[in-house]
């Protein structure tokens, strides 16, 4: 994978993961117990498989909104909203969001973290190195901004940049767990996998949450792939798919796997998976790392000599999901 498998749970951390920047002064009970259902909910979308996030995405923003009824003064709610509608794909909705933010105090680190987020969710990769540039330059320590330039980096391809980011990172959050999983994906994307294989493991062995196990066994998976170990990713994608069956990278692999080991009819079932998965996603939620996996699925079925066309891989280019240099990128083993 370009980055590592869906980077919500260490998006969801940078902008309010466990009530992190949302919690202020409670005023009642009552105020209090939607900020920690927020704070929750927040968690609970990076820690979800796929279809379960769009879900949990309108119940954050449900949540959201009925503590600024009761509330109006918890400005930092606007985030948490926005973050919500990011997920969801709304991202006007996000974006008039960290408006009514902007407008309503002054601006602080969360405000650039989620921002930054926010312009990750949309596509917009630029505005989101913009962004975590402003929180670099208010803040040289920020770890967030340092991940969050990373993320983006990784996902027009500028992979050493990327890398010097995540090791700045590294220095100010030693061993942390989003960072660990993000230099592995920088690490596959220069195709240094030995490296990605040594925080891969790091990783596993740190007893990671259930969304940063999920990008291990990704990346790991593709890591053996790369490196002629089939059989090795085919455990790993087969543990994964335990855990979330509709995981696109988990579906993807195997099909790598098996039309590397020769086993067609098999490789062109899980390709074929990878595709309805991702027909089944609403299009505006769909990622950068949604279209890589299908259209590695789509080159699949085509080196297995089906006739299928290129039209997702058309599709992602000509609105700008992807870089074009993708076609060069490594995308089947």
């Not at 080991?261 to 595709?275: E, G, K, M, P, W």
Request: charged residues 20%.
């Amino acid at each position: 994978m370009v980055a590592p498998q869906w980077v919500k749970d260490g998006l969801a951390r940078l902008v309010g993961g466990s009530g992190e920047h949302v919690i202020e002064s409670p005023i009642n009970y009552s105020t209090d117990l939607l900020l920690t259902q927020i704070g929750n909910q927040v968690d609970t979308i990076g820690r979800s498989p796929r279809r379960l996030q769009i879900v949990h995405a309108g119940a954050l923003i449900a949540l959201c909104n009925a503590l600024l009824q009761t509330n109006p003064e918890t400005r930092k709610v606007y985030l948490a909203r926005a973050y919500g509608h990011g997920i969801e794909g709304d991202h006007a909705d996000a974006f008039f969001d960290l408006d009514l933010y902007r407008k309503s105090g002054p601006l602080d680190g969360p405000y650039y973290n989620t921002q930054s987020a926010i312009f990750y969710l949309s596509g917009d990769y630029t505005g989101a190195i913009k962004s975590a540039n402003t929180l670099i330059g208010r803040n040289p320590d920020s770890a967030n901004g340092y991940l969050l330039r990373a993320i983006a980096l990784n996902a027009l391809l500028k992979f050493v940049d990327a890398m010097g980011d995540v090791e700045e990172a590294l220095k100010l959050w030693p061993m942390d767990h989003f960072a660990l999983s993000v230099r592995s994906g920088t690490h596959i994307g220069l195709g240094q996998f030995d490296k990605a294989l040594h925080d891969l493991e790091a990783l596993m062995r740190d007893k990671p949450t259930f969304a940063q196990a999920r990008v291990a066994y990704d990346n790991r998976a593709h890591v053996m792939n790369a490196t002629g170990k089939m059989n090795a990713a085919i455990r790993l994608s087969e543990s994964l798919l335990v855990l979330d069956p509709e995981n696109l990278g988990a579906n993807v692999n195997l099909g790598e796997s098996y039309r590397l080991i020769q086993y067609s009819h098999t490789a062109q079932n899980y390709y074929q998976r990878v595709l309805q998965f991702f027909h089944n996603l609403p299009e505006k939620t769909r990622q950068q790392e949604d279209y890589i996996n299908a259209i590695t699925a789509e080159r699949g079925l085509r080196l297995l000599g089906k006739r299928i066309s290129s039209y997702i891989e058309d599709a992602a280019i000509r609105k700008g999901i992807i870089p074009v240099e993708i076609t060069s990128f490594k995308l089947n083993a």
